[in-house]
């Protein structure tokens, strides 16, 4: 049974930080592509970071120089630094894993920025 489950979500102050986790199970997370997505109210989901199977990453321009992606091959995990937030970064954020046309998603984990 494939699962994707984040962690390690919440509320922080602007200018505060937060790291995200993904413990992946059920597949063969070494193969895939992982990836940070997030939805703000009333907006589409939106690319946040993505990082290879051999490690290369890529960030959404509005958070570049602020989060970092990672992952763990041998914990099956992936996950999302996130320094210096904004209000504009509070979303739902999933985690997602792609092997040509497979997609998996998270259930998602809430980042509320606010003071």
């Known amino acids: 049974q494939v699962q994707l489950v984040e962690s390690g979500g919440g509320l922080v102050q602007p200018g505060g930080s937060l790291r995200l986790s993904c413990a992946a199970s059920?597949?063969?997370?070494?193969?895939?592509?992982m990836s940070w997505y997030r939805q703000a109210p009333g907006k589409e989901r939106e690319l946040v970071a993505v990082?290879?199977?051999?490690?290369?990453?890529n960030y959404a321009v509005a958070v570049k120089g602020r989060f970092t992606i990672s992952r763990d091959n041998a914990k099956n995990t992936v996950n999302l630094q996130m320094n210096s937030l904004k209000p504009e970064d509070t979303a739902v954020y999933y985690c997602?894993?792609?092997?040509?046309?497979?997609?998996?998603w998270g259930q998602g984990t809430q980042v509320t920025v606010s003071s």
């Open positions: 059920g597949f063969a997370f070494s193969n895939y592509l």
């Open positions: 990082i290879g199977a051999r490690g290369s990453t």
């Open positions: 997602n894993a792609q092997f040509t046309s497979t997609r998996y």
